[in-house]
């Protein structure tokens, strides 16, 4: 068992894909703040609604320099066609084999209606342009979350 994650710790260095297949680090994208949010699964209602949120502040975080990058174990295929159905416009990034879900703790026992499965818990990490943690939602609630997300962001990227 990893320990858990908190602000100020460094990130941990992952390794996603892209939806056009293409390889991407945490590392490549240092220099400016990142929010890296973690949902569910493509095209559910509220991974839906969270990838929507996100996509109408993209800019917003893009004025104050904050990146985002939204990431789950769909296929990069599948990112794609949920990006186009919901004309998304915040990145998207696949973590098929799990590391990165388990590096940030967000590979977690959940359940429902009495049966207990493993899945991504909703959380988002805001971490800072050296690669540190600035805060952490965890068992995200999707109804305001974006706006917080963005104010947090903002203030930031101030300094």
Do not use: N
């Not at 805060?135 to 300094?159: D, S």
């Amino acid at each position: 068992m990893t320990q858990e994650l908190k602000p100020g710790d460094p990130a941990p260095e992952i390794e996603l894909t892209t939806p056009d297949g293409g390889r991407l680090t945490l590392a490549q994208l240092r220099g400016a703040p990142l929010v890296l949010y973690f949902y569910p699964k493509d095209d559910t209602s509220g991974c839906t609604r969270e990838a929507q949120d996100f996509s109408a502040r993209k800019a917003a975080f893009d004025m104050a320099g904050v990146g985002l990058l939204g990431v789950s174990r769909d296929t990069p295929d599948t990112h794609a066609k949920f990006a186009a159905k919901h004309q998304l416009t915040v990145p998207l990034a696949s973590d098929e084999a799990g590391a990165a879900c388990e590096a940030f703790g967000v590979w977690v026992q959940k359940s429902l209606y009495g049966k207990t499965y493993m899945g991504i818990e909703r959380a988002t990490f805001l971490i800072d342009g050296e690669g540190r943690i600035a805060q952490i939602w965890r068992k995200v609630k999707v109804p305001g979350h974006a706006e917080a997300v963005l104010k947090a962001a903002e203030a930031l990227a101030r300094g």
